[in-house]
């Protein structure tokens, strides 16, 4: 599963799990976002603010729930992927958009199926230089394959920065977002 699937890091995430031969279900915040996360490779997408999303992801899984959701969004969607995620499956936890998740209680993780729960940021895993390098060549290659297309939604100026950052948070936006100057 896939929080956020219409954003830029959803949209890639999408995308990247669709060439490995991932099934993936997507959420997004709003109707007029469904068909973007759906052209980027999500078979099944979702409203986050759906109160019965838990329930028909493990519909759409035979009652199992999935493997792994990769949440960039945090607080509003930790609930969705907690139900979401079938017995030892992992959430990995890679965002803040919507704040952080806090006060975790470990023995949630138990009556959810025993579930896993990883923080990871990017550092950890691109310490050394050639691990960079090869992490970016994989990106690179995934793009110039053409299994990657990179979804510029909208621009701003750098000047118009908080209204950048508020649209950002207030789900306005779809694909990445740049700033320019």
Request: charged content about 20%; overall charge neutral.
């Amino acid at each position: 599963m896939v929080p956020a699937a219409a954003g830029g890091v959803g949209l890639l995430l999408v995308q990247w799990l669709k060439a490995r031969g991932v099934r993936v279900i997507g959420t997004v915040g709003s109707v007029d976002k469904i068909d973007l996360a759906k052209q980027a490779g999500a078979e099944l997408v979702l409203l986050t603010s759906d109160p019965e999303l838990a329930d028909k992801v493990r519909a759409a899984t035979d009652g199992v729930g999935v493997a792994v959701s990769y949440d960039g969004v945090g607080a509003a969607t930790w609930e969705a992927s907690l139900k979401s995620v079938r017995r030892r499956g992992m959430i990995v936890s890679f965002g803040n958009a919507s704040g952080p998740v806090t006060g975790v209680n470990l023995g949630v993780l138990a009556a959810h199926g025993s579930l896993f729960v990883t923080r990871m940021t990017l550092f950890d895993y691109w310490r050394e230089p050639a691990d960079a390098l090869s992490g970016a060549a994989k990106l690179w290659d995934m793009v110039a394959s053409g299994k990657l297309t990179v979804t510029i939604g909208q621009t701003y100026a750098l000047t118009d920065a908080a209204q950048a950052h508020g649209d950002l948070e207030a789900r306005k936006t779809t694909g990445s977002t740049l700033l320019l100057p």
